[in-house]
């Protein structure tokens, strides 16, 4: 079985500080997947400094020296992957970034070739700004070939395109849901891997704010049941002495397991 990490909104206004603060002791055991900016436009959230939320410039990540440094260094340990988390991460009136933004396409070509340039990586998988991709969102990440890393699984046909692989994908789905008894309604993560013609899509479970280690023990052990895998995605800028503590005895318990192997988010999709 394999357990991978993901951290979402590293950024111009990250810290190295910050990262090294929830991760030191994690990412020699588990390398965590660090969603990243490459150009940040302020919104509404707590790791933003507030006069950046409303004021629309765009921060290019090479203007944190020190964070570009840090990062070229963990991705050389080995401790981080880089994937691609937006362009900007911009909230627009009508929607979030994949949802609403009039060029989602340009918008990855830019962002991906940018961090890639920047920190000497290879990028493959896409991570949604809020979780939130509209069908035209969805098409540009699958045409650049990316693997989606969600923390849902929205099936709604209306929400995307149809391929080769998307009536059996369904099925698995639904089938996935009547074996475990849920309704429509009921929270759902399912544990595998669903291949599209160009590309793969698969969902997180979430460490946030009232996450307990038992709602992620539960979560594990039924992905375990159905020979699937595990990945915890997370926000270092949310991460307070509770949720690392949820952390920490989460991945002891994980460690733990017969068979576990911790990987990249990337080797989810390998
Ligand atoms: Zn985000």
Known sequence: MKVALRDDDTSYFTSPDELERVYAGIWDRVPVCLAVVP?????????IPRQHWHSGE???????AALVGFLRKLIAARRVTIALHGCTHEDFVDGYEFQAAPDPDDRIRRGRAYLESLLGCRITVFVPPHNALSKRGLDAVAAAGLNVLGSFLSFRPSLRSWDGRTAANWLAIRRYRKTTRRSRQDHMVFPHVLRYDRHAEFGCHSLVPGTTLDSLTRGFV???????????????????????????????FAARQPDVRFVSAEQLFA
């Open 39 to 47: 150009f940040a436009i302020g919104y509404e959230q707590r790791g």
């Open 58 to 64: 765009s921060f290019p990540l090479e203007c944190n």
């Open 222 to 252: 039924e992905a375990q049941g159905a020979g699937g895998d595990f990945c915890l995605a997370t926000h270092y800028w949310e991460i307070d002495s509770t949720l690392a503590s949820v952390l920490h005895a989460f991945l002891d």
